[in-house]
């Protein structure tokens, strides 16, 4: 088969030929003397859409399985395709799950759930169909190789297609415990405890799945029910066994968990307490820095209200555009005491920043600025109500005597601007 084109002469003389033969009846002389088959005036498929919009139609498509965009999600296109073989619905489910079985035995247990599953969507479709009829609905299409019509097939072939789905639904389930998809394990047991509310091995793969999870409670209530059912059964036994052990641990874990919440909240309690006995004003803005362990905490014992008071402090050299991170600047500490180690700073090559050459500074609350001694203690500085520590952070300005008057106007003069606006 060819494609050729139609030229706009070709298609007037088609349209020319078509309205002569239903002007004049059977008549037909064609194009250039050949006949032209012209069919009826709606052909089936364009009957069915006569008189529908667009949107109608598309909605309409979307419901077969040769134009559904969402394959994934429909079982009935899966079905198809794995009704492509000879045989009823339980010939080709039964030969599935054989497979799948086969491949079990040796480990393979990808292929084995894939094989589960072709069965699964040839049975579960059959019984969409059953539960449609029974409701009095249309049932959907689903396409079988069986010459036997779906009223013909008798109770005892239903049952046999139910054991097999049932079947196939608790060992796709053991192909999902290997493969710990753990989530998928339990459904699939969902699904056979459905058809046979008195599978053990659904209710202990269940089990092993919710306990892989820590989902002790879920865990022992399916255990238990398939001990329920039969109380001599070993690997329900130790699967209980197993429930037991890991509900220890995981009641320790949170007995562990909630003991150091409660520590965090008393410290927090504790520090607070110790800032507002102190005087010390502390702000957190929106976007606090990340400084992982670095915070400002009760030391040598968090848990003594007694400690002194430790604050992390980022020291600024404005002049240089270079900065200096004290990770605990503990507050019976005087800058001259940290500044002592941090010189010389080896970015100095001038060699302006001494401790006897350098003054600093630290912002008000106010929005001044105010001079800090390098030998006053660092309570005494932020007890003054003068200052604030924001986000945890003491702020201090490090500048060489020569540069600290310029810089100081500068700084006055830009907070000026930024208030004006």
């Known amino acids: 088969m060819h494609i050729e084109e139609i030229t706009d002469e070709l298609a007037a003389k088609l349209q020319v030929a078509s309205d002569s033969q239903q002007q004049n009846g059977a008549k037909n002389d064609g194009v250039d003397g050949k006949p032209v088959a012209v069919g009826p005036e709606l052909s089936p498929g364009r009957a069915m859409t006569h008189r529908k919009t667009v949107d109608e139609v598309y909605e309409e498509l979307k419901q077969s399985p040769f134009f559904m965009t969402d394959l994934e999600e429909n079982d009935e296109t899966e079905a198809l395709k794995a009704m492509a073989y000879e045989g009823t619905p339980l010939d080709v489910a039964t030969d599935f799950k054989n497979k799948g079985n086969e491949c079990f035995k040796v480990k393979g247990w990808w292929d084995a759930k894939e094989f589960y599953t072709k069965g699964i969507l040839v049975l579960a479709a059959e019984e969409r169909k059953r539960a449609a009829i ?51 394990c339990w459904l699939d047991c969902a699904g056979a405890l459905r058809l046979n509310p008195r599978n053990v091995k659904a209710f202990y793969r269940s089990a092993r799945a919710l306990l892989a999870v820590d989902r002790i409670a879920e865990a022992d209530d399916a255990c238990a029910r398939g001990l329920a059912l039969d109380e001599k059964n070993t690997a329900l036994q130790a699967v209980a066994r197993d429930i037991i052990k890991r509900n220890e641990l995981v009641a320790a874990k949170q007995r562990k968990e909630d003991e150091r919440i409660a520590r965090e909240k ?144 500068k700084y006055k003069e830009e907070k000026a601007k930024r208030t004006c606006r």
């Open 134 to 184: 029974a409701k009095g609905e249309t049932p959907p299409a689903v396409p079988t190789t069986s010459d036997t019509p779906e009223e013909e097939i008798g109770e005892e072939e239903i049952q046999e297609q139910r054991k097999v789905l049932e079947a196939s639904y608790v060992n796709r389930a053991a192909c999902h415990l290997e493969l710990k998809n753990y989530r998928s």
């Open 266 to 409: 008393r410290r927090e309690v504790l520090l607070k307490a110790a800032l507002a006995a102190r005087n010390i004003t502390t702000r957190t803005t929106e976007k606090p820095p990340e400084m992982e362990d670095a915070k400002i905490q009760l030391v040598p014992d968090p848990d003594d209200p007694r400690s002194a008071v430790s604050f992390p402090a980022l020291l600024l050299y404005p002049a240089d555009y270079e900065t200096d991170f004290i990770k605990a600047f503990n507050e019976t500490e005087t800058l001259a005491d940290h500044l002592g180690y941090v010189f010389p700073l080896p970015w100095d090559q001038k060699g302006e920043y001494t401790l006897a050459n350098v003054e600093c500074y630290m912002d008000t609350v106010s929005g001044g600025i105010i001079k800090v001694g390098k030998k006053v203690s660092l309570l005494k500085v932020l007890s003054s109500n003068n200052v604030e520590v924001v986000d945890e952070v003491v702020r201090l300005f490090v500048l060489p005597k020569a540069k600290a008057a310029g810089w100081l106007q």
